[in-house]
């Protein structure tokens, strides 16, 4: 690799973000072109110059990195997008993979490892870090079932219950009655396979539905 490869940052850690960047910048024929604490930042940049590869968190202020990786991808097709995350779900793994990301990287990986991740997407391979490859082996019983689909309405009704409003509450504000919010919320449950309104919760921010 005689040419320099240009990298770019996106996480909503600064010191996250100083830690990479100085990893980066130390190895050679790779520099850091910028770094960015959200997705429109990137995008912005994006617009105006050209970035080899992307080191992309999951989870952004401004929304996250499954969808951030769709946006970088038909914009700048040719761009590399890895994933460097902290999240071990598998779904969130094949999530960003299938909008076109070129690998994912654990943050308790190596140096080794991401500079190994990044040649390797270089050449137009998968990268993972070794505990990755370890994940996507071993799919669970939900992973199998696929991720379910929501509609606007119930994805409105998640985000108000995640919120802590009561199903009046919520009837109010949307101009529903409270039955049609509660079949809603057991739609919810049923499709996530849970049994109250805490497990509905926890299960739709790991698979990133709110």
């Known amino acids: 690799m005689s040419n320099i490869i240009k990298l770019a940052v996106v996480d909503d850690h600064p010191i996250v973000i100083q830690g ?13 072109v910028g770094s960015f604490q959200s997705g429109s930042a990137l ?34 097709p040719k761009t590399v997008v890895i994933a460097i995350s902290n999240h071990t779900e598998r779904s969130i793994i ?7 990301a070129s690998g994912y990287i654990l943050k308790n990986a190596s140096v080794e490892e991401l500079k190994n991740g990044i040649e390797t997407a270089l050449r137009g391979e ?8 370890e994940i996507i ?3 669970s019983v939900n992973d199998l079932k696929g991720r379910p689909k929501f509609t606007k309405r119930e994805k409105q009704i998640l985000q ?8 009046a509450g919520i009837a109010d504000e949307l101009f529903l009655s409270p039955l049609t ?14 049994k109250n309104s805490i497990e509905l919760i ?6 990133l539905l709110i």
Do not use: W
Request: net charge negative; charged share 20%; glycine share 4%.
């Open 137 to 139: 082996a071993k799919p």
């Open 20 to 32: 990479i960047v100085s990893l980066i910048n130390n190895l050679e024929n790779m520099y850091v």
């Open 160 to 167: 108000l219950i995640a919120q802590g409003k009561t199903t």
């Open 43 to 76: 995008i912005s940049f994006l617009n105006n110059n050209e970035i080899d590869i992307i080191l992309l968190d999951i989870m952004l202020p401004d929304g996250n990195g499954i969808e951030l990786c769709a946006q970088v991808k038909k914009l700048s």
């Open 94 to 100: 094949m999530q960003i993979l299938q909008n076109g």
């Open 126 to 133: 998968l990268a993972f870090s070794r505990e990755v490859i």
């Open 181 to 194: 919010v509660e079949t809603h919320r057991r739609n919810m449950m049923q499709k996530l396979d849970v």
């Open 202 to 207: 926890n299960i739709a921010t790991e698979q």
